[in-house]
């Protein structure tokens, strides 16, 4: 079956550092995203890891490990706009098209504190 | 500023009405995602089209879900009859094959079912 865990919540304080788990066991795999959730808002889109390594963009990084079924995500010199639910998604099913659907995560809410 | 825009953004009906949601995906992006959200289940996946046609439809309820792409600048998610289970958040994501890998999420439509 497939299965995307991510810690349900995450404090940090302004300035700081988090880092964000996401473990994976997918059929089939075909990148893995992340995806940033305000409250009362639409997803939207940080990330996009298909080969192993690290992937920066300004203050935030991703790192995947496919052999571990593992990502990450770096949020660093955290600001309180930063507050929102960080959702994992594994794009899976790539024998049937060649741009196939994503499974997300149930997504891990962090929160910034002055 | 090209978006993704759904109609209605808020919609309250009764048990056993029929409720159509509404997606206008940005133009030239050829495929279509229709996800329901919940605090519960999280971000499903229900339905997904390319080039209008639909290529993955097993998350929806097929017995009272229905989800329709009548042409290129219109997505149509229907239920009928309408449940109180099926009071969530519904996304409408666009994207473009073989060019972008992400989806870009519409402000999504606020159903509850009395």
């Known amino acids: 079956g497939q299965n995307i865990d991510q810690p349900t919540e995450m404090t940090a304080t302004e300035g700081a550092i988090v880092q964000i788990n996401c473990t994976y066991q997918t059929s089939g795999f075909n990148g893995l995203f992340w995806y940033q959730q305000h409250a009362g808002e639409a997803p939207t889109f940080l990330s996009y890891n298909v080969l192993d390594g690290l992937e920066e963009k300004g203050r935030f990084s991703s790192f995947l490990s496919r052999s571990k079924g593992y990502s990450y995500l770096l949020l660093k010199e955290l600001q309180m706009k930063d507050s929102a639910s960080y959702l994992c998604?594994?794009?899976?099913?790539?024998?049937?098209?060649?741009?196939?659907?994503?499974?997300f995560g149930a997504g891990t809410q962090v929160v910034v504190t002055p | 500023d090209a978006r993704v825009t759904q109609t209605p953004r808020h919609k309250v009906t009764e048990m056993g009405q029929e409720v159509t949601m509404r997606c206008q995906p940005i133009?030239?992006?050829?495929?279509v995602f229709w996800y329901r959200q919940t605090m519960m289940q999280g971000l499903e996946l229900l339905a997904y089209?390319?080039?209008?046609?639909?290529?993955?439809d097993s998350g929806m309820p097929k017995d009272r879900f229905s989800a329709e792409m009548p042409d290129a600048t219109l997505a149509t998610l229907k239920i009928q009859p309408s449940e109180p289970r099926d009071s969530a958040v519904y996304f409408c994501?666009?994207?473009?094959?073989?060019?972008?890998?992400?989806?870009?999420f519409g402000p999504g439509t606020r159903l509850t079912v009395t």
């Open positions: 994501a666009s994207g473009l094959t073989g060019v972008a890998y992400e989806q870009y």
């Open positions: 998604a594994v794009r899976t099913d790539p024998s049937t098209d060649s741009w196939g659907k994503l499974q």
């Open positions: 089209f390319r080039n209008r046609a639909p290529l993955d």
């Open positions: 133009l030239g992006h050829n495929t």
